[in-house]
């Protein structure tokens, strides 16, 4: 049995891999059995943080050659770690000879109190299922807008999957002071619980440091090559947290986990298969003839029908818009400088000198207004044609004179 927790984000290069590595340091050396797994899906980021290059790695465990004792590395600075490699990709696909082959390797380890999944970023079907599949969830966000987007890209496919979501935490990295990340978070929680309706809780945020960065090219934790740094005690703040008796998860024995893990991925590959099948279906029945003349006949004869009832629509608005513009064109201009008696007219004096025509009959007291585009008169008298006051009613008649008075 042991407490499974997750850690991903929505945007890689937050700083996912450096807080699970170090979190899972800190937690070791508070005296907890920890194991840290790379599953960013063949990017080795862990290794590459810690300078270490393992010669197999998952997927030799899944193919029956090694036994996950073979390919664990043991006791790096008080934490074990399973390189995922290319085998963490394979788990999307897995034979059911693979699949029981996977379960059982890690039967035999219950040993541990923490195991940290690192997985990688996005939405990707493995990343989904990790974090289904334990009862808790480390959640990396930093203050770029981009980051914050996916974070809820990532929160709302998580949720549209099903009910059941672990406890969702959350980790501001990389700010500059206690009060941006609270800024930041309460802007991520306000739009999750808004249009999600999921819950989030802030385990904390880890200070932007120019340490972490060269703790990174040294290929060393900053944990161990800066302990005194704000980042480190950010970390050791961190561990706290998750080993206080308000933030305990509930411990899972490990072939659980991985069951889980395995019925969510099948259960997305048969959904998407499902899905492409029906595509196909649909396709080739669209490509499928006529089963016979008269069926075709009758889809004719209701399309055409179905034509002719809408022109007969659009020939009545045409004539009810045609009606309301005689009846604007006759208006005294008089009238209309003394006295606001028609309804179409805007009410602003900055349209004035438009005419303005409604969209369609009104119903229930709605109107909507469509202005009349507005024109200089040109200058060729001969050439105008029908106005009211300086403006066109006719487009077409309109762009006419326009050519005749530009030639």
């Known amino acids: 049995m042991a407490k499974i927790i997750t850690v991903t984000s929505g945007k890689g290069g937050v700083g996912k891999t450096g807080i699970s590595l170090n979190l899972s ?10 194991c840290l797994f790379d599953a960013d899906l063949g990017l080795a980021n862990v290794n590459i943080i810690t300078g270490l290059f393992p010669e197999y790695g ?16 043991k006791n790096y600075q008080g934490i074990d770690i399973i390189p995922g490699s290319s085998g963490v990709q394979k788990m999307a696909d897995l034979t059911a000879e693979e699949a029981n082959n996977l379960v ?11 195991f940290i999944i690192d997985t990688s970023a996005g939405i990707s079907t493995q990343v989904l299922s990790f974090c289904r599949a334990c009862h808790e969830m480390i959640l990396v966000i930093t203050p770029e807008p981009t980051s914050l987007t996916d974070a809820y890209s ?14 969702i935490r959350v980790i501001v990295n990389q700010v500059k002071n206690a009060e941006n990340a609270q800024a930041i978070y309460k802007k991520l929680r306000k739009t999750v619980f808004r249009f999600l ?10 200070a932007h440091d120019p340490k972490v960065r060269a703790a990174i090219i040294s290929q060393t934790p900053f944990l161990l090559a800066f302990p005194n740094s704000v980042a480190s005690r950010c970390l050791h703040s961190l561990a706290k947290k ?31 298969v499902l899905q492409k099948e029906t595509e196909v279906t649909s396709s080739s029945l669209q490509k499928l003839p006529a089963a016979s003349s008269v069926t075709e006949e009758s889809h004719l004869a209701a399309t055409i029908a179905s034509m ?16 309301l513009l005689l009846q604007l064109l006759n208006k005294d201009s008089a009238n ?13 004096d900055d349209a004035g000198n438009c005419v303005v025509v409604p969209l369609k009959a009104p119903k229930r007291q709605e109107r909507e207004m469509l202005k009349v585009m507005e024109a200089e008169l040109p200058a060729n008298p001969d050439m105008q044609p029908p106005k009211s006051g300086k403006l066109f009613f006719d487009f077409e008649a309109w762009l006419q004179a326009k050519s005749h008075a530009s030639s």
């Open 25 to 34: 340091l800190s937690l070791a050396q508070k005296g907890y059995k920890v």
């Open 58 to 73: 998952l997927e030799e465990v899944i193919q029956g050659k090694k036994t996950l004792s073979d390919i664990i590395i």
């Open 104 to 114: 059982h390797a890690f039967m035999d380890m219950d040993g541990y109190d923490y």
């Open 154 to 167: 990532l929160l709302k496919v998580l949720g549209s999957k099903g009910k059941n979501l672990p406890t």
């Open 197 to 206: 309706s999921i819950k989030l809780t802030p385990l904390g945020i880890v």
């Open 242 to 272: 998750l080993t206080e008796k308000s933030f305990l998860s509930k411990e899972m024995p490990m072939e659980l986990f991985w069951l889980n893990y395995l019925e969510l991925c099948n259960g997305q590959k048969k959904k998407a």
């Open 308 to 323: 002719e009832n809408k022109m007969l629509e659009l020939s009545q608005e045409i004539s009810q818009m045609h009606s």
């Open 336 to 348: 209309n400088k003394t006295e606001d008696t028609n309804p179409w007219e805007p009410e602003n």
